[in-house]
């Protein structure tokens, strides 16, 4: 099989333990197990009596009826829980749902800058992919225009990161009214992936699964509920496709177990805590973020709308991978470079999640692509508060291009 390396994680995968700072996470600063039993106010009380009357079994092939009903309250409309399918995060939810929906041959529109594997799957699995792209003039929002340009009467799915991954950019409602309106003209799906809620605004987010009934929903308790180390995630979709992804599934993973189970449900049973912890985290280093940028010449940024990811621009003439070697080196800082993506994955992603506010991460990009508007180099990382900030001070400005 011809797949290309994700390169974020191959990077982490030898930097990651070496780091004093590791900003390079996309968690909105994970939980400790502490502070998860603190959540219910009464010292975990409420996840150790289910837990306690628990054999550690397999437990629920397809996650236990309490997280079915857990995971429909984040919806507006009523979800049948045998549309639910627990799976082994975000990532393996989308493995699923391409691995089953796609087929060589098959033409794939895919939202671009986004998470690698929404197109790069399609591609491994012979699809025709080709790119909506996000453009910076647009305020990073897609043009509905330029997706009637591109469906054809075959296309068979659609893919969007909602909020986006790495530009911070939400859909609003009219927008995907409109993307289900373009998908239904041609039969075609809509694999959405939503494990970065917005924060700002929570209210007025609408997920694909409550406007499209061909839609395949995807979402974890990684990122926006702090807690990755559980590796649950989960798929929304209609009754057909759910009994299609059962197939794949089952040979693919038996199931997420018991203890990772009750921990999940656990979360989303207190979530408002989660998200009231995290809205605070999250606009302090929005903050801290945003001062950094006006008084910086070399950055600027279109300030995502309360999501902890966002594109972050700045011109300085080095290397990128030598910047973020030398950063960890000398100041224990971990960043990640964008030349470690696929080349049309190459942007810069800054994730303001972190705990303490003044590390925060910065994905380095450099597009290759021509028709792209991020095809500019930037080629350098910062961070608010801390070292990267001393190094970008060092680059006498007149070297600037």
């Not at 989660?274 to 945003?290: D, K, P, Y």
């Amino acid at each position: 099989m011809d797949i290309k390396t994700i390169g974020v994680e191959d990077w982490l995968n030898v930097w990651e333990k070496s780091a004093t700072y590791d900003i390079a996470q996309s968690t909105i600063a994970s939980m400790t197990m502490g502070e998860i039993l603190q959540l219910d106010g009464q010292a975990g009380a409420t996840f150790y009596d289910r837990l306690n009357q628990e054999k550690m079994n397999y437990g629920w092939i397809e996650g236990s009826p309490e997280f079915k009903a857990e995971v429909a309250k984040l919806y507006r409309t009523e979800i049948d829980p045998d549309c639910i399918l627990q799976t082994n995060g975000t990532t393996g939810a989308n493995l699923m749902a391409l691995m089953q929906l796609v087929e060589p041959g098959d033409h794939v529109i895919a939202e671009y800058p986004t998470y690698q594997p929404l197109y790069e799957i399609p591609r491994t699995l012979g699809a025709e992919v080709e790119y909506w792209h996000l453009r910076e003039e647009n305020g990073w929002n897609p043009s509905i225009d330029e997706l009637k340009e591109l469906v054809r009467p075959d296309t068979k799915l659609i893919c969007i990161n909602n909020a986006s991954n790495p530009l911070g950019a939400v859909l609003d409602r009219e927008t995907l009214e409109q993307i289900v309106e373009i998908a239904q003209s041609v039969g075609a799906y809509v694999l959405s992936d939503e494990v970065y809620l917005p924060l700002e605004n929570t209210e007025n987010f609408w997920s694909m699964a409550d406007l499209y009934d061909k839609a395949v929903v995807t979402n974890s308790i990684s990122k926006t509920y702090s807690v990755p180390g559980a590796r649950i995630g989960w798929t929304v979709s209609n009754r057909e496709l759910a009994d299609k992804f059962r197939v794949y599934r089952d040979y693919t993973m038996i199931c997420c177990g018991e203890f990772n189970d009750a921990l999940a449900t656990y979360i989303l049973q207190n979530r408002e805590a989660v998200l009231e912890r995290n809205r605070e985290i999250v606009f302090r280093n929005l903050r801290i973020a945003q001062e950094w940028i006006d008084n910086e010449p070399r950055v600027t940024w279109q300030a995502p709308k309360g999501v902890s990811v966002a594109y972050i621009q700045w011109d300085i003439p080095t290397d990128d991978e030598e910047f973020c070697i030398k950063l960890l080196k000398e100041e224990g800082v971990l960043l990640v470079p964008g030349c470690e993506g696929s080349a049309e994955e190459a942007v810069a992603k800054f994730l303001v999640g972190e705990k303490q506010g003044d590390p925060t991460l910065l994905e380095i990009g450099r597009e290759e692509d021509p028709d792209d508007p991020m095809a500019c180099m930037h080629d350098c990382a910062k961070c608010s508060g801390c070292g990267p900030s001393e190094l970008l001070k060092s680059i006498p400005v007149e070297e600037v291009k």
